[in-house]
């Protein structure tokens, strides 16, 4: 073998390296930011900042468009430039226009407004909720993504995996009893007198509604309809988008889709949401009524989020996503344990073998793809990662088997060499 041949080589296996390396990274960004986003979120609108309360979702939503539309303008000018490099800074903005205002991008017109009625049932299913139970309930986005693959993707799917997802079905619907039968009572009733958190949180309650400031109620069953909802919207929206990024006959850039989708919701967005819907209250009170550098930062990890999962489709897919949020599970949970000295709600520690149920289930339901395709995606979660996973989840046993669980589901012996 030459030199050239082994150089050569050497050059193939790099940029297979860093190709795997990019959607390993891709993986861990989504785990990281809905973990946080899921956390912020749940916080801005369960504890109001002033007198006013909480900040129009509308008003979010709209802003999450803005930055994202402006963000993949800027990014999809500068993929063209470099693609271009001898057009001028005119002709390069005008391929750019050309190619998010013409061509398919009215095919994005459906999903861009279901995706701003989901973003809307998310705020209201996480300021009725908790955040483990919004995390559980919400992963009934999987059992949707797999039917609207099977529909729109053609996919097929084993009886076992079926059963996989009948499975994770009743499971969620076994953790929502406890929380139905926990709406009878007030919202801070069964809060134990020696947890000095929860203690703090009741003295915090009281004193705003002492000097005027609105109490929040969470309405658990509006919450659930909420997500429920939402749960459907997610899978739909989903597979239609990743049917028409991935579209063999159309080559056009993941930041020209999510412009052109940033595009079309912003319609929704602006007429339905902010002036048909809260156009009194903005007049009243103002656009930016109740936020605070926390609403901020949720608003920019929601942008963060859709540029996110739509690099996840193009490099996976949607099942390799949802994967991806399961695991995002166990971090918020531990995360709103440790700094928000929230309690575990007992909807969830009600089931002791949960966590190792849904990574069970969840790597199950990770592998909906065909067999060709679930091999090629079986390496994309690092082992770092779940090595991680069980060395920081200290507070149960069961969450380290979780861990072993997943490397054994996820990780071959040849794949487990490479890594």
């Known amino acids: 073998m030459s030199h050239g041949e082994r150089l050569g080589i050497e050059l193939s296996k790099m940029s297979k390296n860093l190709r795997e390396w990019k959607k390993h990274l891709v993986l861990a960004v989504l785990v990281v930011q809905n973990s946080a986003l899921t956390l912020t979120l749940h916080h801005t609108r369960v504890r109001p ?124 619907a ?69 049917k028409v990024v991935k579209n063999p006959s159309v080559s056009v850039s993941i930041w020209t889709r999510n412009a052109q989708l940033s595009f079309y919701s912003l319609f929704p967005a602006l007429f339905i949401g902010v002036l048909y819907t809260d156009g009194q209250q903005i007049s009243k009170d103002g656009f930016f009524v109740g936020y605070n550098s926390l609403v901020w930062i949720t608003i920019l990890l929601q942008v963060l989020g859709g540029f996110t ?3 996840c489709i193009v490099h996976l897919d949607n099942i390799a996503k949802n994967f991806a949020l399961c695991v995002s599970i166990i971090v918020s949970l531990l995360v709103d344990v440790i700094l928000f000295g929230s309690s575990v709600p007992i909807n969830v520690s009600l089931v002791p073998n949960f966590p190792q149920a849904l990574a069970h289930q969840d790597t199950s339901v990770y592998q909906l793809a065909n ?21 920081t989840s200290k507070l149960s046993e069961k969450t380290q088997k979780t861990s072993e669980l997943l490397m054994k589901a996820i990780i071959t012996p040849e794949q487990e060499n490479i890594m």
């Open 49 to 172: 900042v002033d007198g006013k309360g909480r900040y129009l979702a509308s008003t979010a939503i709209l802003l999450v468009e803005v930055i994202k539309i402006i963000a993949s303008f800027s990014l999809s000018v500068h993929e063209t430039s470099q693609s271009y490099p001898s057009d001028p800074h005119l002709k390069v903005l005008s391929r750019v226009f050309e190619s998010v205002f013409t061509g398919d991008g009215w095919k994005l017109c459906v999903p861009a407004a279901l995706y701003t009625l989901q973003s809307s049932l998310l705020y209201r299913a996480i300021s009725n909720l908790s955040v483990a139970t919004f995390q559980v309930t919400y992963q009934l986005r999987i059992l949707t993504t797999a039917i609207f693959s099977v529909l729109l993707l053609k996919r097929q799917l084993s009886s076992t995996r079926w059963l996989s997802l009948f499975l994770l079905t009743v499971g969620i």
């Open 174 to 242: 076994v953790v929502q009893i406890p929380e139905a039968n926990l709406e009878a009572r007030s919202l801070l009733s069964f809060l134990k007198p020696h947890d000095e958190s929860m203690e703090l949180m009741v003295r915090e309650e009281k004193v705003k509604r002492a000097i005027g400031i609105p109490a929040v109620v969470m309405n658990a069953p509006l919450g659930l309809a909420a997500v429920l909802a939402a749960s459907v919207t997610s899978g739909l929206t989903g597979v239609y988008f990743e």
């Open 309 to 311: 999962a739509g690099l």
């Open 371 to 391: 067999e060709d395709h679930a091999s090629k995606l079986r390496i994309q979660i690092p082992k770092t990662t779940l090595h991680l996973l069980a060395s």
